[in-house]
C-alpha cells in the first residue's frame, strides 16, 4: 500500500508542478532551479522505484508513512493550483481599471501583488523540496537528473511497449463452442427464431469468468441485429430499486411516453413496456442477476407475442432460470482447454518464443479468462523483467493478486488516469471523449508528459479497460467500460488513498469516512442520484479540498431542479475560492447555476452541462480563467455571454446554435483570446456584419467546427473556413429567418487537405458545387441539397470517400447511377428520402468496398440492379420502402447477405 501511496503522491506533484514552470515570469531564476530539481528528484525516484518496491515489505514502513506522503502531495497540489490563480489574476490586472488603479497609487498595488505571489512561488518551491527531501532519505536517488525539456524522455520512462490492437470486447477466442450454443438458441441453426414462444437462455459460471464478455459478443452480431426488431441490454446492480430498472428499459425502447416520469408509478411504467414490447420480436439482457424473485419481477413485465422474443441472463447461480423456463439449456462457462489458453495468451500481443514463460503465465491463470488476459497484457508491456515478475505470484493465483500485480507495474503516472475512471458508475459504459477531457483538465495529459491518446491505449493494451465501440472513419476507440472485478479493485483503492468519494442513493459505497487518510478530504467525488434523495444534499462533500466533482443523473428526464448554489453555499458565504477543477454535471435534469459560478471556482478547466435543459449560462463564466473545456452541447442556451471570450485558455466550446452577434460589443473576441481554440461546435451566425465572421479569421488551431449561417452569410463564411488548413470536421448549415434549410453558395474548399468530415445542409445552387470540395473528403453527409443532376459521377472519383450520406433532398432527380470504377472505398452508403429516385444501378467494378447498404423512405424506388457483383456487401436495411423493392434485391443477389426489412409498404392490388 505504501507504493501505492508514494508513486501517485509523487505524480500528482509532478503534474501539478510542470504547469508552474511555464510561468517564468513569476519566479525567479533561483526558485525556477529549485522547482526544477525537486522535480527531477522526485521523478528520478519514479524511475529508480527503489523505494516504492522496498517500502511494500515493510508494513509498518507502509503504515507510518502513507497518510504523510498523501498529506504533503495534496498541500503541493494546492500550492500549484493558487500559485497558478495568482499569476493569472496579476496578468490580467495589467489592462482596465487595475491600470488606472496602479497610476493612482504610485503602483502600490501591484507590488503588493508581486509580492504574494513571489511569497506563494517560496511556499510552492519549500513544500516539493520537503515532499522531495523526505522521499530522498528514504532511498539514494540516481546521480543523472532527466531534463524536463526533454519531453519525449520523460515519457518514454513511464510508458511500456503495449498498444490496443483495434479490438473490441466483443473479441472471444476459445469460447466459439459456446458462442455457437448461444446463437442456435437466440435464431436457430438456420438463423430464424422459433416464432412461437419466448424462451429464457442462461449464461451461468462463477465470477469474472467472461460471461458478459461472450453474451454482448453475441449481442453484437450481425446476424442478431438483422434478426430482433429490438435489443435492451440492463445492467443489474447487487442494490437497486424496480424503477431505476423500469426507466432503462423504458429509455432503450425509445417510447415516447418518457416525460415526468417521477409522477408515473411502477405499475404504470410496466403497462407501457408491456404495451411496446407486445409488437415487437425483441432480445433483452438481464446482465449480473443474483437471486430467483428478481428475475420473476422481470418477467412479468416481458409480453409472451409468440414472435421468437428471446431473454439473456448471466448469473452465477445455475437455479435462477429454471422456474421460468424449465426446459432451456444454459450455456455453462467453465475454465478454457489447453488449446483455448494459449489461443487467448496469444491475443494479448506478441510474447518472446519462450515456452518456459507462456507455461509459467498459464500455470498461475488457472484457465481464466480475465487473468490471462490480465497477466498476458503486463507480460507484454514489461517484456525486460516478466519472468521475474510472473514468478512472484503463486500457481493459481486469484485474480486480486493478478490485478494487484498489474496495478502496481503500470507506469506511475498513468495511474491517477486509470483510478480516476472508478468515478463513472459501475458497469456503465464512458465516452472517449468525455474520459480524454477530464484526464485534460486534471492535468495528467499534456504536450510535455503523454498524449490521452497514448495513456489509454497503454491501458487497453494492458487489459485494464475494454473498447466497446470504435469510431466508424478513423476506428479509434468511441467508447469504453471497466471490467466489475477492475472496477471494485480501483474503487476500493482510490478510497484508501483519500482520493474517491462517492455518494450513492441505492447502493452506499462512500468509504471515505472510515478510510479516508488525507486529512483534507477526498479529491474526486462522484454522485449517482435517484428520486428518493432531496437535491439539495450534500453533505460529506468538503468543496475547499476538492478537484473534481462529477454527478449522474440516471433518468435524466423528469421535472427535478438541482440547485448547484447549495453545493457551493461554503466557497460563496466565506468568499473563497475552490480550487475545483472539473464540474461534470451531464445529464443532470434542470440545473441551476448561481450568478457568482465563476467567481468562486476560478480554477475549473472542465464544465459539462451537456443533456442539464439548462437555457442560461452567468456572466462570471468569463472570469473562469484557467477553463479549457465548456460544454453545452443538447441544452437550451441559446445566448451565451460574451465574457466567454475574455478565457485565452478556452480549448473547447460546444454549444446548440448559439448566436453572439448582439452581445460582443463589450467584449470583442481577439487572435490572442482564440488562440488556444481546438473546437467550436453549435455557433449561429445570422447578419453580415457579425463580429463572429472575424472571429473564424482567427481561430487558426481549430479542427473541429459546426456553424449554421444565414444563407447572406454563407459565401463570407466558407471564403473564411477555406483558411483555416486545421480543421478536420466540418458541419455547416444555411437556414432562413423561419428556421428552415436554405442555400448554400459555397466557396472553393478544395484547399482543406486535413478536412476528412463535412456535412453540409442546405442548397447548392450550382451544377459544379460538388467540385468546390475537397477530393481527400472520408466522410460525406449531404442534405436538402436539391441537387437535379445524378452526383454520383462528380462523387465517385472521390478516392478516400468511405462513408455517404445522402439524406432528404439532397438529390430530385429519377436516376441514381454509379459508374464503372466509381468509389474505390465506400464502405457504407445511406440512401434516405430520395422521394424522386425510381430506379438505381451499380456498374461493373464500382463501390467493390461497400459493406453497409441502408435505404429510407425512398418511396418510388423499385430496384438496384446488380448488387450481386458487390463481393464485400454484408448487410442491407431497408426501411420504409415498397417491398417490391425488397423483393428485387433479394432475387437478385446469389449469396448470404443480411437484409432487414422495417415498415415495408405493401404492392397494391390489382386494379387500385
Known amino acids: 500500500m505504501a507504493m501505492a501511496a508514494s508513486d501517485v503522491a509523487i505524480s500528482l506533484v509532478i503534474c501539478s508542478s510542470l504547469p508552474v514552470l511555464s510561468v517564468e515570469k513569476f519566479l525567479s531564476p533561483g526558485k525556477h532551479a529549485r522547482i526544477e530539481k525537486a522535480v527531477n528528484d522526485l521523478q528520478n525516484i519514479l524511475n529508480t522505484s527503489k523505494l516504492l518496491e522496498s517500502s511494500t515489505n515493510d508494513g509498518q514502513q507502509s503504515c507510518d508513512c502513507r497518510p504523510c506522503l498523501l498529506d504533503q502531495a495534496r498541500h503541493a497540489v494546492d500550492m500549484a493550483d493558487k500559485l497558478l490563480l495568482e499569476a493569472s489574476r496579476h496578468l490580467k490586472s495589467g489592462k482596465g481599471p487595475l491600470a488606472k488603479i496602479r497610476t493612482l497609487v504610485h503602483f502600490m498595488l501591484p507590488r503588493i501583488c508581486i509580492h504574494a505571489t513571489i511569497k506563494m512561488a517560496l511556499d510552492f518551491v519549500t513544500i516539493v523540496e520537503d515532499l522531495s527531501t523526505h522521499l530522498s532519505q528514504m532511498q539514494d536517488l540516481s546521480q543523472d537528473p532527466l531534463n524536463l525539456d526533454k519531453t519525449a524522455a520523460l515519457w518514454n520512462a513511464h510508458r511500456g511497449s503495449v498498444r490496443w490492437d483495434g479490438k473490441v470486447e466483443s473479441d472471444i477466442v476459445g469460447r ?41 459478443s453475441v449481442f453484437n452480431r450481425l446476424e442478431i441485429g438483422h434478426s430482433f426488431q429490438c435489443r ?32 408515473k408509478g411502477e405499475e404504470n411504467i410496466k403497462e407501457i413496456i408491456h404495451k411496446s414490447l407486445v409488437e415487437l420480436r425483441y432480445l433483452v439482457v438481464f446482465d449480473n442477476l443474483r437471486k430467483v424473485e428478481d428475475m420473476d419481477k422481470f418477467m412479468i413485465l416481458l409480453a409472451d407475442s409468440r414472435r421468437g422474443s428471446r431473454v439473456i441472463i448471466t448469473t452465477r447461480i445455475p437455479e435462477i432460470p429454471s422456474p421460468i423456463d424449465p426446459w432451456a439449456s444454459p450455456v455453462e462457462l467453465n475454465e478454457l482447454d489447453t488449446d483455448g489458453r494459449e489461443c487467448l495468451l496469444r491475443e494479448c500481443g506478441t510474447i518472446a518464443d519462450d515456452p518456459g514463460l507462456k507455461a509459467r503465465i498459464l500455470s498461475k491463470c488457472s484457465g481464466s479468462p480475465p487473468r490471462i488476459l490480465l497477466l498476458g497484457g503486463l507480460v507484454v508491456a514489461s517484456s525486460d523483467y516478466s519472468a521475474a515478475m510472473v514468478d512472484q505470484l503463486a500457481d493459481n493465483a486469484t485474480l486480486s493478486d493478478i490485478m494487484s500485480l498489474s496495478y502496481h507495474k503500470l507506469p506511475s503516472l498513468l495511474k491517477p488516469c486509470l483510478l480516476y475512471l472508478c468515478l463513472f458508475p459501475k458497469e456503465s459504459v464512458i465516452p472517449i471523449r468525455r474520459l480524454f477531457r477530464l484526464w485534460h483538465a486534471e492535468g495528467w495529459v499534456r504536450a510535455s508528459l503523454f498524449t490521452a491518446e497514448e495513456c489509454f491505449e497503454e491501458l487497453a493494451g494492458r487489459n485494464l479497460v475494454q473498447v466497446v465501440r470504435r469510431r466508424k472513419l478513423s476506428g479509434r476507440p468511441k467508447s469504453c467500460r471497466v471490467p466489475s472485478f477492475i472496477y471494485d479493485f480501483l474503487c476500493e483503492m482510490a478510497t484508501r488513498l483519500g482520493l474517491l468519494q462517492i455518494h450513492s442513493n441505492t447502493e452506499r459505497t462512500d468509504h471515505s469516512e472510515k478510510s479516508e487518510v488525507s486529512r483534507g478530504g477526498p479529491l474526486w467525488t462522484a454522485k449517482y442520484e435517484d428520486d428518493k434523495r432531496e437535491d439539495h444534499q450534500h453533505s460529506g462533500i468538503r468543496l475547499q479540498q476538492l478537484r473534481s466533482y462529477v454527478s449522474f443523473y440516471k ?94 485558455s478556452l480549448q473547447h466550446l460546444y454549444m446548440n446554435e448559439v448566436r453572439f452577434d448582439d452581445s460582443t460589443s463589450h467584449c470583442k473576441p481577439s487572435a490572442k483570446n482564440l488562440s488556444n481554440l481546438q473546437t467550436l461546435w453549435g455557433l449561429y451566425i445570422e447578419a453580415t456584419k457579425s463580429p463572429m465572421l472575424d472571429v473564424l479569421n482567427e481561430m487558426t488551431r481549430v479542427e473541429k467546427l459546426g456553424l449554421t449561417c444565414s444563407s447572406p452569410v454563407v459565401k463570407d463564411a466558407t471564403e473564411r473556413i477555406s483558411k483555416l488548413t486545421m480543421i478536420r470536421s466540418l458541419k455547416l448549415r444555411s437556414r432562413d429567418l423561419f428556421g428552415q434549410p436554405s442555400d448554400l453558395n459555397l466557396s472553393d474548399l478544395t484547399g482543406l487537405v486535413s478536412l476528412l468530415d463535412l456535412y453540409l445542409l442546405g442548397g447548392l445552387p450550382r451544377g459544379d458545387s460538388l467540385k468546390l470540395l475537397p477530393q481527400n473528403l472520408r466522410i460525406l453527409t449531404l442534405s436538402m441539397s436539391g441537387l437535379d443532376d445524378n452526383p454520383m459521377p462528380v462523387l465517385g472519383g472521390f478516392q478516400s470517400l468511405e462513408i455517404l450520406n445522402l439524406l432528404g433532398g439532397s438529390y430530385t432527380g429519377k436516376k441514381l447511377i454509379c459508374g464503372s470504377g466509381s468509389f474505390p472505398s465506400l464502405r457504407v452508403l445511406k440512401l434516405w428520402k430520395l422521394e424522386g429516385v425510381e430506379d438505381a444501378c451499380v456498374h461493373e467494378n464500382a463501390l467493390r468496398c461497400l459493406e453497409q447498404l441502408e435505404i429510407k423512405n425512398c418511396g418510388v424506388l423499385t430496384s438496384i440492379d446488380s448488387l450481386d457483383r458487390i463481393e464485400s456487401l454484408k448487410q442491407i436495411r431497408l426501411i420504409k420502402v415498397k417491398e417490391e423493392l425488397a423483393t428485387n434485391i433479394k432475387g437478385g443477389l446469389t449469396r448470404k447477405v443480411f437484409i432487414k426489412e422495417e415498415q415495408l409498404i405493401p404492392l397494391l392490388p390489382l386494379g387500385r
Open 176 to 216: 466459439e463452442d459456446e458462442v455457437t450454443k448461444l446463437l442456435a438458441q437466440l435464431i436457430g441453426e438456420d438463423g430464424n427464431p422459433d416464432a412461437l414462444s419466448l424462451r429464457v437462455i442462461s449464461v451461468v459460471g462463477e465470477e469474472a469468468i467472461g460471461k458478459t464478455a461472450l453474451v454482448r
Open 555 to 648: 433518468k435524466k428526464l423528469g421535472t427535478r431542479l438541482i440547485d448547484m448554489e447549495e453545493l457551493l453555499w461554503p466557497l460563496i458565504a466565506k468568499g473563497d475560492c475552490g480550487l475545483l477543477r472539473v464540474l461534470d454535471l451531464e445529464g443532470v435534469y434542470k440545473l441551476r447555476l448561481p450568478d457568482r459560478l465563476g467567481n468562486v471556482l476560478p480554477n475549473l478547466r472542465y464544465l459539462g452541462l451537456r443533456w442539464t435543459a439548462l437555457d442560461s449560462i452567468p456572466e462570471s463564466v468569463g472570469n473562469m480563467s484557467s477553463l479549457e473545456t465548456l460544454d453545452l452541447k443538447y441544452t437550451s442556451v441559446r445566448n451565451l455571454p460574451s465574457s466567454i471570450w475574455k478565457v485565452k
Open 232 to 263: 435492451i441490454w440492463v445492467h443489474v446492480p447487487e442494490e437497486f430499486t424496480m424503477k431505476d430498472l423500469l426507466v432503462e428499459i423504458m429509455k432503450q425502447l425509445a417510447v415516447q411516453e418518457l416525460k415526468d416520469l417521477e409522477h
